[in-house]
């Protein structure tokens, strides 16, 4: 019974430590609350029962990340999620966006060049460690940044920014 609850405690605060950072990364890919929510749910059981020996705190978190985008990924070639949820009548979107600054532009673009913007600034990463994350090279992260900000600053200007 002790050991249950030693579990439960050390969940508790692997949720606190990760939980809002993959909740923002999932948003990132698929913009509905609880298909964000399902993920998280995923990675964290992933965590207790599948996770291996981490070498420190930065390896777990970046083993998190992986196993969120994977898990996004799978949601998003999910065919029930295809045929059953359209994405403008998504009434949680909005409000998740406000809530998290994350703007509406960002949202727009494709998953490939997405994530490594939010990793790069939302997250704090460098392209070497995005490239570890992603499992693509420096130049392609490199590119994707590159043109992320580019069409970020074509949709902006022509949003009269």
């Not at 990760?18 to 990364?25: E, I, K, T, V």
């Not at 020996?53 to 799978?74: A, G, P």
């Not at 998290?100 to 997250?123: D, R, S, V």
């Not at 704090?124 to 069409?151: D, F, P, Q, T, W």
């Amino acid at each position: 019974m002790e050991s249950s609850q030693q579990d439960y405690d050390i969940f508790i605060e692997k949720y606190k430590l990760y939980g809002n950072m993959l909740y923002r990364l999932s948003m990132v890919y698929l913009y509905n609350h609880m298909d964000c929510e399902d993920v998280l749910q995923d990675a964290f059981i992933k965590l207790l029962y599948n996770s291996p020996e981490f070498n420190n705190e930065e390896h777990e978190r970046r083993w998190l990340l992986r196993v969120c985008i994977n898990c996004c990924k799978d949601k998003i070639k999910d065919k029930w999620r295809k045929e059953k949820l359209p994405l403008d009548e998504n009434i949680y979107f909005t409000k998740v966006v406000e809530d998290y600054h994350l703007p509406e532009t960002i949202m727009g673009l494709p998953n490939k060049i997405k994530a490594p913007l939010h990793l790069y600034y939302y997250e704090g990463y460098m392209v070497s460690e995005i490239s570890e994350i992603l499992g693509i090279s420096n130049s392609a992260v490199k590119m994707r940044l590159k043109r992320g900000r580019e069409r970020l600053k074509l949709e902006l200007e022509d949003n009269g920014y």
